[in-house]
């Protein structure tokens, strides 16, 4: 494997209603600023669909992109339902089975929105199921159906984050939920000015793998690659590694 190798990235996807041409059934669906993103930064896409789960796919991965939507239901973590709160039971068994096998493997691991949340339930943590009743103006993260917010970060010094973005960023966002109890493995590397978390990471350990976990939306800014740019470069290191590995073994 040489360094022009791109890394094969599984994006996870909808699962719900869908039109093309003359046709209208159930589709597995990844907006395509999220496919845009992962062939820019340099790798090849491959979607996972939430019906039949088989966490034997990631032996064939480079990375994982846990990408946005529906919420979490709040029964993986011991909450009742807010009455905002809209939940698919399939995406989350299939995203929580991805994301802790990800995580056990040390696959490079890039969960956004949705996708951080899924990933601080999947290790113990919890959620806000309505920000504006616990942040004073938290409905610009989500300012209108389907319009983008803008959200304005801090990051923390020694972490992923830090290093792709600099001390401060912005980017668009479309979140009503946030992450409330922290797991305990993981560490917050982002902040917004009114305190809502932003970004998650693994929390420094031997054998940690690359993981960042962002409630925004970075695939929605065409200008700003570095977050996937990272990311896939994580995968790319990884996939060298592999192929050392299993070169040594044969």
């Known amino acids: 494997m040489d360094e022009a190798h791109r890394p094969r990235v599984g994006l996870t996807t909808y699962w719900q209603s869908a039109r093309w041409g003359v046709w ?22 491959l979607l996972l669909p939430p019906v039949g789960t088989d966490t034997g796919v990631l032996d064939v991965l480079d990375g994982l ?19 905002t709160t809209v939940s698919q039971p399939e995406r989350d068994q299939h995203d929580l089975a991805l ?3 990800a995580l056990a493997q040390g696959l490079p691991l890039f969960a956004i929105c949705r996708g951080a949340q899924i990933l601080n339930v999947a290790l ?25 917010g803008s959200v304005d970060f801090t990051t923390e010094p020694g972490t992923i984050a830090r290093q792709l973005l600099g001390k401060h960023a912005s ?3 479309y979140h009503h939920q946030g992450l409330d109890r922290i797991a305990e493995t993981l560490c917050v590397t982002a902040v917004a000015d009114d305190g809502t978390i932003e970004a998650v990471e693994l929390a420094p350990r031997p054998g940690a793998g690359w993981a960042l976990g962002v409630q925004f939306h970075p695939e929605e800014n065409g200008q700003d690659r570095r977050l ?15 192929a050392t590995r299993e ?4």
């Open 171 to 173: 980017s668009p966002c």
């Open 228 to 242: 996937f740019g990272g990311f896939v470069d994580a995968a790319r290191t990884h996939a060298l590694h592999r």
């Open 65 to 83: 992109i846990v990408i946005g939507g529906v919420d979490v239901d709040p029964s993986h973590y011991g909450a009742e339902p807010h009455p």
């Open 24 to 45: 209208e059934d159930t589709a597995a669906i990844v907006p395509g600023a999220y496919v845009r993103a992962v062939i820019e930064a340099g790798g090849t896409p």
């Open 99 to 101: 994301t802790r096998s």
């Open 124 to 148: 113990g943590g919890t959620l806000h199921q309505h920000l504006p009743e616990v942040r004073r103006d938290a409905a610009r993260y989500q300012p209108a159906p389907g319009v983008f």
């Open 247 to 250: 070169r040594r073994a044969s």
